[in-house]
């Protein structure tokens, strides 16, 4: 503190304030709206046990689907309302394009979307089945529930 200057008596209305206020304001904005300093405002909130650490929001609004999502962009839109926007124009031009198909190449079409389908899934079940193995493997690490390794115990016996 600094000589002549003038110590400001926290009030039950400050104190209040600044427990509702730690971790869902950032601190800059909490010493402006009581108007005191980061070392005061950080003194006091250590003495009432209460932690100023601010995790900004990363989520922000599409005003087109109304979800939360990581990203909009300048117009407002999600990734995931862009994509489905996309997809809405492929459809069309798949509609089209299966009207100027013979019944043979239709045949065909469904052929190679049903192998590809079949091909995507296995991919897909693969990668299921090794993030399950990958999480089992994890909680085994944390319990040292390894049935692959020996134990401490069974070391330690022999």
Known sequence: MRKGSQVTPWTVTDERWLRESAGTLPES????????SRSSVEAK?????????????RLV???TCATWRTAVDADGR???CRLR????????RNAQAW???????RQKVLEA?????EKEERRRLQREGNRLKT???????????NPRKKSMQETNAK
């Open 85 to 92: 926007e996309q997809n809405a124009g492929h459809r069309e």
């Open 99 to 105: 009207e100027q198909l013979s019944a043979l190449q």
């Open 113 to 117: 979307e049903a192998e590809a389908d």
């Open 135 to 145: 999480r089992t493997k994890r909680m085994r690490e944390v319990t040292g529930t």
């Open 78 to 80: 999600c990734p995931v």
């Open 61 to 63: 609004w599409c005003d």
């Open 45 to 57: 909130a250590h003495r009432l046990g209460v932690s100023l650490r601010y995790r900004a929001p």
């Open 29 to 36: 904005d909490i010493c402006r709206h009581l108007k005191r």
